[in-house]
């Protein structure tokens, strides 16, 4: 188990230093810091804090990675040395879980491994797609050059992202903001206007007969509803984590009207820019497909991919198969064998995803447009009923009284 430890030193200049860092020995952390230089002037062990944390803080996002990307690309361009662009990169970054991991890297580069090789030790930021690309552009002398394309590449995904998350936060909002509010009134506010309808007497009207049971059903169960609703959570997660669960799910998403439009043309632009950014870095077309399937986010695409890929390795181009998986709208497979035919599969991609990020973007603003009016025609028509359920037997009694 990794342990954190505080240490002090100076460097070769006299510069006193200090800082964290987290490795499974002390051995460890002094071997890399002799690496850098530094001469040791005390290493204790860091005591367990009783500290609360944002949720995320040190969660290392799409954002985060396109950054360091970007920033490595225009150092290793300029000629710095990598183990010093690292080094700088360490520094700077705030996060702590991913300043430790940067400078295990830059540790792991000096002890003789190949940059992807010490990325790939760390598959909870560096992903098969990234690290894939970066073993190629060793290989081929490019690395500046792969590292501009993936940060253009993870740029356009944390766009893209932020668009659909963007899109769908103000309707949960609203959502949650109703749910609690029509859950406030039954509890709190209806048992007030039932007391005193007892207190007149007579009978009330079905609509308030079954706004009030409602209301005496939620206050006298509450604890029933709501691990009725936490057992559902945990048994709809149970369900999604195994195989057949989760591609039923996910088969379900691309069918959902609006939404699975949105998850549809996503996903073909997720997939054309990765396999063209892939192909344009020199990765074989099949370790390709395989990291596009991985990289796809749902369980009924990448199992198409996985079907092209596999039919490819038999000997057949990639536009047949595409059909057969029946997941990409047909004008993609047609441009794909275009692509093909010309030999410029790559940029045939990349004119895809361009065209498919648009779609996306428009197709996010019309599910937008339409769930506005939705969710306040369903609010309103939520807190109208109660309303009205609970003011027709003031009304009735009015009317009664009039005719008196």
């Not at 596999?310 to 064998?337: D, T």
């Amino acid at each position: 188990m990794a342990s954190t430890y505080l240490w002090k030193g100076r460097s070769p200049s006299g510069e006193l230093l200090s800082g964290e860092y987290q490795t499974a020995s002390k051995d460890e952390l002094v071997s890399y810091l002799r690496k850098r230089k530094i001469i040791i002037t005390s290493v204790k062990e860091k005591g367990a804090q009783v500290a609360f944390k944002m949720p995320g803080k040190n969660r290392v996002g799409v954002k985060d990675i396109s950054v360091f990307t970007r920033q490595f690309a225009t150092m290793i361009n300029a000629g710095l040395p990598m183990v010093q662009c690292l080094d700088i990169l360490s520094q700077q970054t705030e996060k702590e879980f991913f300043k430790t991991s940067i400078a295990k890297i830059m540790s792991d580069v000096e002890g003789g491994s190949t940059l992807g090789e010490a990325m790939g030790r760390h598959p909870k930021i560096f992903n098969s797609l990234f690290v894939n690309m970066v073993e190629a552009g060793e290989a081929g002398g490019i690395l500046d050059v792969i590292l501009v394309r993936l940060a253009q590449f993870l740029e356009k995904l944390d766009a893209l992202q932020r668009k659909v998350k963007g899109a769908l936060t103000y309707p949960a909002v609203v959502g949650v903001v109703a749910t609690g509010a029509t859950i406030f009134m039954l509890m709190f506010i209806i048992p007030t206007f039932a007391k005193m309808f007892t207190d007149f007497g007579g009978e009330l009207p079905l609509p308030t007969r079954i706004v009030i049971g409602i209301s005496d059903f939620l206050r006298g169960y509450w604890w029933a509803l709501g691990a009725g609703v936490a057992g559902a959570i945990v048994g709809f997660k149970r369900y999604y984590a195994t195989s057949a669960g989760r591609y039923s799910c996910d088969k379900l998403m691309l069918k959902v009207p609006v939404l699975g439009n949105v998850v549809r043309k996503g996903s073909v632009a997720r997939f054309t820019r990765t396999l063209g950014t892939l192909l344009q870095s020199g990765v074989p077309i099949l370790d390709a497909l395989e990291i596009c399937a991985k990289t796809s986010g749902n369980v009924r695409i990448e199992s198409g991919i996985m079907h092209v890929r596999q039919r490819i390795s038999e000997g057949q181009n990639m536009a047949e198969p595409l059909i057969e998986a029946k997941v990409f709208p047909e004008m993609v497979v047609q441009m794909i064998g275009v692509g093909e035919q010309t030999g410029a599969l790559d940029q045939m991609l990349n004119k895809i995803a361009d065209f498919y990020e648009e779609e996306t973007d428009v197709a996010v603003a019309s599910m937008t447009s339409m769930l506005e009016p939705i969710m306040m025609v369903g609010i309103g028509g939520m807190v109208g009923v109660v309303l009205v359920s609970m003011y027709l037997p003031i009304f009735e009694l009015a009317g009664n009284i009039k005719a008196d």
